[in-house]
C-alpha cells in the first residue's frame, strides 16, 4: 500500500486545500457583508462642546487649544459576525487661508464588544489642538466622528459624521 509519509502529505494537502477555499469563501462573502456602516445613519452620535480650557500661542508661534467636551456614542449597529473591533475618534476640521482642509485627531476610543459600543462620556482632549500658525483665533471648527471598522477578515470600513461646530474665542485665555 502507500506509506505512513504518502498519506500523511496527502492529509496534509486536503486540509491545507480545504483551509484556503474557506479563507476564500470568507474573504468573498466578506464584499457582501455590509455593516451598517456604508450609511451613516445608523450610527448615532453627538459631541458639544463645553469648555474652552486653554488657548495659548506657543512660544514657537503656533496656537494651541485643549477643550473638555460631551460625546455620546452609539455605533452598535456597526457590528456584525466579522467585527474584530471599532476605532472611533473626534476630529477638529477646519480652514485656513494656508491650507483648505486641517483635521486633527482630538480623542479617540478603541470598541471591543457590542455591549460596549454604547456610552457617554465628558472627556478632555486627549490631543491638544495645535495649528501651524497662529491661524485658530476667531476659527470656526467643525466635530467630526470617523470610525474604523476592523474585521476579522476582509476590508477594513470607514466612515464619518458630522456632529457639531463651534467658534474658537478671539483672544487668547
Given at each position: 500500500m502507500h506509506s505512513f509519509a504518502y498519506r500523511l502529505n496527502t492529509l496534509l494537502t486536503f486540509s491545507l486545500l480545504l483551509l484556503a477555499v474557506l479563507f476564500g469563501a470568507a474573504s468573498f462573502l466578506d464584499a457582501f457583508n455590509s455593516p451598517l456602516s456604508a450609511s451613516s445613519s445608523h450610527v448615532q452620535a453627538s459631541a458639544q462642546v463645553l469648555k474652552v480650557n486653554r488657548f495659548r500661542r506657543q512660544l514657537n508661534g503656533a496656537d494651541e487649544v485643549s477643550l473638555t467636551f460631551n460625546v455620546s456614542l452609539d455605533v452598535q449597529p456597526l457590528f456584525t459576525?466579522?467585527?474584530?473591533?471599532?476605532?472611533v475618534f473626534l476630529a477638529a476640521e477646519y480652514e485656513t487661508p494656508k491650507n483648505a482642509l486641517n483635521q486633527i485627531s482630538l480623542w479617540d476610543h478603541i470598541i471591543l464588544d457590542k455591549d460596549q459600543a454604547k456610552f457617554q462620556t465628558k472627556v478632555t482632549t486627549k490631543y491638544p489642538l495645535i495649528d501651524q500658525g497662529s491661524n485658530l483665533r476667531g476659527r470656526?471648527?467643525?466635530?467630526?466622528?470617523?470610525w474604523h471598522v476592523m474585521p476579522k477578515t476582509g476590508r477594513m470600513i470607514r466612515d464619518k459624521l458630522h456632529l457639531s461646530d463651534f467658534h474658537l474665542p478671539e483672544a487668547y485665555t
Open positions: 459576525w466579522n467585527t474584530k473591533q471599532v476605532f470656526k471648527v467643525d466635530l467630526i466622528l470617523h
